[in-house]
């Protein structure tokens, strides 16, 4: 059986780009509620599928190393590039049998016959995926120039990107989201991939899979099977929203609002069952280059009012979308062209999951004024020794 690899372990199996852990934390980054298939398979290796393969991440101070598993017979797509093979779903006793329908695919990555061309193309993907040309560490001086609050934050959460993913995976993953906590949405999106995605591969006691083509989610009998496996009302607006995608615009659809205006591709987002301004937003955000979306829930709305005194919906109980919007474009005025990027740090500081953050950096701020004062109270002490000896 394959395991999970470890850095330790074997470094030859490992690939790596030059990249600052200030530029890029992993686990905050990865475990903040953007995407959903990346967990931590070993202390600061995070594993999970991108762009049709199996990898594991891990970091030093300086590097970002990275390891793709061996995938016969599925070849990868390069972030938004049609797969080589893609599954539709046949119902049966409750559950969905695969049928791959091989197409042809010019561009293949596989990292166990390494050549340089192999290890270009996996480093772009990477590069993209979490789009290392993006200097995070100059936006972060601009936003702590420009919000006190944010500075004061800043240096706790640093390298929280925005990830550059695939917008099949990204929609679907956050109509899971409606109503829904990160750790369930996760459960949701794994067995939805597990019941109509393609296998990849098996590592310790898990299987990955692909996740599933526009043409498998639009099938009639997916909202019944994905009832079954307790996605509730969201089942229809899965099925729905694919079914709708594939007839009335086509599968590239999604990948071409990449290149319409913010409000535009919002828009067109908006007219799909299941998604409303937020889902439409975080879509824009985290898969189509929408930097100045700024996704708002109840919890955004919470750190407007407390740390900003946004005055917007003053009183006001319910999250309208008149609100949404007056929350949003105040933060775009405060941060600026790259609004979401900086929104999704304070999201991220106030998760409760990374609250021990917070918790050591006092801590080590307490260290420090303890050894300020120690230090001052010597010198005091040696000076005033020295002029009694005099």
Partial sequence: MSQHALLSVGAKAWRSIPCLRSELRLDLTLGCGQSFRWRETGEGHW??????RVWTLTQTEDTLW????SNPGNTALINGQKRKAEVGPQHSEKKLKQVSTVKKEEDELDLDAVSSEQDEKAGTLLRDYFQLDVKLGDLYREWSDADQHFSQTAHIFTGVRMLRQDPVECLFSFICSSNNHISRIQGMVERLCNTLGTPLCKLDDT?????????ALADSKVEACLRDLGFGYRARFLQQSAHLIMNSHGPDWLYTLRSAPY???????????????????CVCLMSLDKSEAVPVDTHVWQIAKRDYNCAAGHGQKTLTDKLYNEI??????LWGCYAGWAHSVLFCADLKKFQNLKEVAVKEEKKEKIKRL?????????????EEGE
Avoid: S
Wanted: hydrophobic share 30%.
């Fill in 328 to 333: 949003g474009d105040f933060f775009r005025k």
């Fill in 263 to 281: 409000l535009q591709a919002r828009d067109a987002l908006r007219t799909l069952p299941g998604v409303g301004l937020k889902v439409a937003d």
């Fill in 66 to 69: 990275y390891h793709v598993y």
């Fill in 374 to 386: 120690t230090n001052r109270t010597k010198k005091k002490t040696v000076k005033k020794e020295e």
């Fill in 47 to 52: 594993t999970g599928v991108m762009g049709g």
């Fill in 207 to 215: 299987h990955y899979h692909d996740f599933p083509p526009l043409q």
